[in-house]
């Protein structure tokens, strides 16, 4: 067995967003019309972190819910999906967001700290592989392909291990963190269980892969498809054959289909009960992001759930109140 490393990229995104209040005069405050006592009524503040693969969808539903309740306060951090739930064992958090489903360990966790919580869908993701643009050879990728290049079992470490005729170069890997939701459901669909032990280059910010793939001709990376709408003009896709043997893009249809397997998979928000019950502000925040969640997902480049889903997840919601 080759003896490889993995190599911890730092991070370059802020990891926290904070929307503060701004004043709204009485113009405003008359042009607002049916928001005015939402506006009025919400005060105080809701700690939220996780994922960077829902950190969009978060970021905007965050920026319009300070937009409507300017005396309301909203922190988005990105720890990834294992940080966010640290932090959301530790108290320190009232929603957690995650690309993941939340591990046991985890869950006994919470049940140690005697936190009680619920889980939310709240979209739908194509978990996408892209190369450098100026890739011109790889039109596709298999499933036993994807574990040859990043399985420490594997054997191909350049691009003609991978195929005949593809060119006798190193292939540049960027992947999620070990702290990563995205890391983990790759290494479980994807590497069976293999954890990623071959050279690659790791971050918790999804931006700093697009640009390890965008700076390296030779470059192979994965994360959410938001990421790869936001650039793709600057780096391209890789089609996936799925167990069927049909070569596969993500797209929103292909998503919802199902058909882009098995790198689809739904995104999460886990909501904390004591704070719904004593916080107004995490209760009203947790409600608008179910509200604005389809939305908001598709307008950041993931795929929404059908409608009935998220009235049921309001519906609990308000049950936990």
């Known amino acids: 067995m080759k003896m490889t490393k993995v190599v911890k990229m730092g991070t370059s995104l802020s990891a926290v967003l904070l929307l503060a209040a701004c004043g709204n005069n009485s113009e405003d405050k008359n042009s607002a019309g049916a928001n005015e006592e939402t506006s009025e009524s919400i005060t105080g503040s809701v700690q939220v972190d996780g ?8 970021e905007g539903i965050a920026e319009e819910f300070s937009i409507e309740n300017p005396k309301a306060r909203a922190t988005i951090g990105v720890s990834g999906s294992g940080g966010g739930f640290e932090k ?22 919470l049940e140690e700290e005697g936190i009680d919580y619920t889980e939310f869908k709240i979209a739908l993701d194509g978990l996408s592989v892209v190369v450098n643009s100026e890739n011109d050879w790889v039109d596709y990728l298999t499933l036993d392909e994807l574990y040859a290049i990043w399985a420490e079992e594997g054997d191909a470490d350049t691009w003609a291990d991978v195929r005949d005729g593809w060119p006798d170069e190193e292939i540049e890997l ?86 882009y397997e098995p790198l689809s998979r739904p995104l ?28 908001m997902a598709q307008e950041v480049g993931y795929v929404a759930m059908e409608e009935a889903i998220y009235e049921e997840s309001l519906a609990t919601l308000e049950s936990l109140k």
């Open 51 to 58: 994922s960077s693969t829902v950190f969009p969808i978060m």
């Open 88 to 109: 959301f064992i530790a108290g320190e958090t009232d929603i957690s967001n995650a690309s993941r489903p939340i591990k046991e360990e985890e869950i006994a966790l």
């Open 174 to 259: 960027f992947s999620p963190g070990i702290d990563s939701g995205t890391y983990d459901y790759f290494d479980e669909v994807i590497l069976n269980g293999d954890q990623i032990e071959r050279e690659a280059s790791l971050s918790e910010d999804d931006n700093i892969l697009v640009q390890g793939v965008k700076g390296f001709p030779n470059g192979l990376a994965y994360f959410g498809y938001a990421y790869y709408a936001e650039n793709m003009d600057t780096v391209k896709i890789v089609p996936i054959e799925n167990s069927e043997g049909d070569v596969i893009e993500p797209s929103s249809e292909t998503v919802q289909n199902g058909n």
């Open 268 to 295: 999460f928000i886990y909501v904390k009960h004591e704070s719904i019950v004593e916080n107004n502000a995490a209760y009203e925040f947790a409600k608008y992001s179910l509200k604005m969640a389809g939305e």
